[in-house]
């Protein structure tokens, strides 16, 4: 098996292609949860290319199972409240910030955009007080 440093590598550079095929073939920011959003909202005609995007990192995530007998998914520790709580923040998160990681982390500060820089910098903080409370604080 690969190193994880490779692995890292391997998928973030996959990550950047996959945000330069976007914007070169489509034209569009790869923001994953504006994505998301719309695949349920759009009625532009504009649906079926984002219902694949969505469908292609569910299928992506899954190879790794897929080709390996050994694979065991990582399983948070973290009870199941936690996880919709947090899921739910990250969804109120991305609708205040007018984006996401991909969209503002990747492909905006790619672009120099300052607001991206703002955002990706606020996150990024709040993350980081988060889990020293979290693990501090709270001992969790």
Do not use: E, Q
Not at 7 to 33: E, F, Q, T, W
Not at 41 to 46: C, E, K, V
Not at 75 to 86: F, K, N
Not at 133 to 140: D, Q, R, S, T, V
């Amino acid at each position: 098996m690969a190193h994880p440093f490779v692995l890292a590598l391997i998928g973030g550079g996959l990550v950047g292609l996959a945000a330069v095929l976007m914007m070169g073939l489509n034209g569009r920011i790869a923001g994953v949860s504006g994505i998301l959003s719309s695949a349920f909202t759009d009625t532009s005609g504009d649906r079926l290319w984002r219902i694949l995007f969505i469908l292609g990192i569910a299928i992506g995530g899954a190879i790794p199972a897929l080709l390996s007998d050994s694979f065991i998914p990582p399983v948070p520790d973290s009870s199941t409240v936690l996880v919709i709580i947090g899921g739910l923040a990250v969804g109120i998160g991305t609708g205040l910030g007018s984006g996401c990681t991909s969209g503002h982390g990747i492909c905006g500060i790619s672009r120099l955009s300052a607001r991206s820089m703002v955002a990706t910098g606020t996150f990024m903080a709040a993350g980081f007080v988060c889990v020293y409370f979290l693990k501090h604080i709270f001992g969790a």
